[in-house]
C-alpha cells in the first residue's frame, strides 16, 4: 500500500513550508491566488487524501467527460446568493473554471418570488441554449420539482429539507454536515460540557436538518442529555419569510424565556451564530464567557469579528471540483444513477469557545 500524502510531503515538493500549504487546502488565512493554485495543483498530482478522487477522474478516458471546445451554456439558477463570503463564492469560481475549460460558457439566472409562487423560469433562461444546470439556493420544494421535470442535467447545492416527502430526484452535492457536528460535541463533552444546544431553523433546508439531526445524534452517542428548550429550532411566526431582524427578535424571546442557557450552542451556520451572539450582548451575555459558540460554514467575517467564531470549515475547491464533474459526467450520460455527495469539512476551533484564534 502506497503511503499516506501528507501536508508535509507537499510543502517539501514544492519548498514551501507546512503551514502555507494548509492555509491552501483548507483555504483559511491570506494567500497569494498563484501560490494557492500550485499548491492545491500539487497535492492533485500527489493524490493528498482530500482529492484522490480527482485523480481518479482524470484517468478516465476522454470520452468521460464532454470533450474540450464543447459549445453550450451552463446556467446557475438561484433565488438568494449575493455575498461574496463563505464557501459558495470560492465553490462556484472553480466550478466555473472547470467548465470554462472545457468550452461551456456561464450565466446566472435570479428566481425572484413571484417566479417561483408561479413556477415560471426566469424570463433570461433560454432552455435551448441549455447543457446543464446548477441550483444554489433554492430552497422551494415545489419549485425545485419542477426543475428537475425539464430534462435537463441538473445539480443541486444543498436542497429543500426532505423530511417525510423524500430526496429530489436529481443529482445533489452537500457539505459533510454530520462528521465535524460529532467531533465538536465529542471535544465539548472531553472539556467537560455537558449542556448542548442547537440554534438553526431546522426544516430551512436539508443541511440545517442533517446538521440538527447529527447533534441529536452526538448527544445520544456521547450519553449527554438532550434538552427540548435547549433548541431553537424554528422562526418568527406569522411572517411568511422573516428577515434578520424578525430572526433576532424569534432569539431573544427564546432566550428570556430559558431559566438557564445550556453551556454551549451549535448553530446551523455562521450567520445564525452571529444572529446569537449580537442578541446575547444585547442581554449582558458573555461569549464565550458564558457560553460558547459553534457556527458552520468558516464564512470571512468568523474570522475576523471579536471574538473570533468557533466554526466548521467547508473545503469550497473540492466542493466545486466535484459539483463540476457530478453535473459534467451527468451531461455525458442521463442514465446514470442518481447521486447525492457529501464533501470533507473539518472544525476550526477559536475565541468563542475559549481557543486561541487561528
Not at 446568493?81 to 464557501?87: C, D, E, I, K, Y
Not at 464533474?325 to 451527468?330: A, E, F, I, N, T
Amino acid at each position: 500500500m502506497a503511503a499516506r500524502v501528507t501536508l508535509q510531503d507537499i510543502a517539501d515538493a514544492l519548498g514551501v513550508s507546512r503551514n502555507t500549504v494548509s492555509k491552501a487546502i483548507n483555504n483559511t488565512g491570506l494567500l497569494a491566488e498563484g501560490t494557492r493554485e500550485r499548491v492545491l495543483k500539487k497535492a492533485v498530482e500527489m493524490g493528498y487524501k482530500q482529492f484522490s478522487y480527482l485523480n481518479a477522474a482524470a484517468e478516465q478516458p476522454e470520452a468521460e467527460v464532454p470533450g474540450k471546445g464543447a459549445v453550450g451554456e451552463i446556467a446557475l439558477l438561484t433565488m438568494g446568493f449575493a455575498g461574496n463570503t463563505g464557501f459558495l463564492p470560492i465553490m462556484l469560481d472553480q466550478f466555473q473554471r472547470k467548465f470554462a475549460r472545457m468550452g461551456y460558457s456561464f450565466t446566472m439566472h435570479r428566481v425572484f418570488g413571484e417566479d417561483e409562487e408561479k413556477l415560471c423560469l426566469p424570463a433570461s433562461f433560454d432552455r435551448e441554449k441549455i447543457s446543464g444546470v446548477i441550483c444554489i439556493e433554492m430552497l422551494d420544494r415545489g419549485y425545485c420539482s419542477m426543475l428537475c421535470e425539464l430534462d435537463l442535467p441538473i445539480l443541486f447545492v444543498d436542497s429543500p429539507a426532505a423530511g417525510l416527502h423524500g430526496a429530489l430526484p436529481a443529482d445533489v452535492i452537500y457539505p459533510d454536515n454530520h462528521s465535524s457536528i460529532y467531533s465538536f460535541i465529542r471535544e465539548m463533552g472531553r472539556r467537560g460540557k455537558k449542556r448542548i444546544g442547537f440554534i438553526g431553523e431546522c426544516m430551512h433546508c436539508q443541511s440545517f436538518f442533517e446538521r440538527y439531526m447529527a447533534y441529536r445524534n452526538a448527544m445520544y452517542l456521547m450519553g449527554l442529555p438532550y434538552q427540548e428548550e435547549f433548541c431553537i429550532t424554528g422562526n418568527k411566526k406569522g411572517v411568511k419569510k422573516p428577515g434578520a431582524e424578525e430572526y433576532r427578535e424569534y432569539l431573544a424571546e427564546n432566550f428570556s424565556g430559558q431559566d438557564a442557557l445550556p453551556e454551549v450552542f451549535v448553530c446551523a451556520n455562521d450567520y445564525v451564530a452571529f444572529d446569537a451572539m449580537r442578541v446575547l450582548k444585547g442581554m449582558g451575555i458573555s461569549v464565550p464567557g458564558e457560553v460558547w459558540i459553534c457556527g458552520f460554514d468558516d464564512t470571512m467575517e468568523s474570522r475576523i469579528m471579536m471574538p473570533s467564531l468557533t466554526t466548521v470549515h467547508i473545503h469550497s475547491h473540492v466542493m466545486g471540483d466535484c459539483a463540476a464533474y457530478l453535473l459534467s459526467s451527468r451531461m455525458k450520460d442521463s442514465s446514470l444513477y442518481l447521486r447525492t455527495v457529501h464533501t470533507e469539512t473539518n472544525v476550526c476551533y477559536r475565541e468563542t469557545t475559549g481557543d486561541e484564534p487561528i
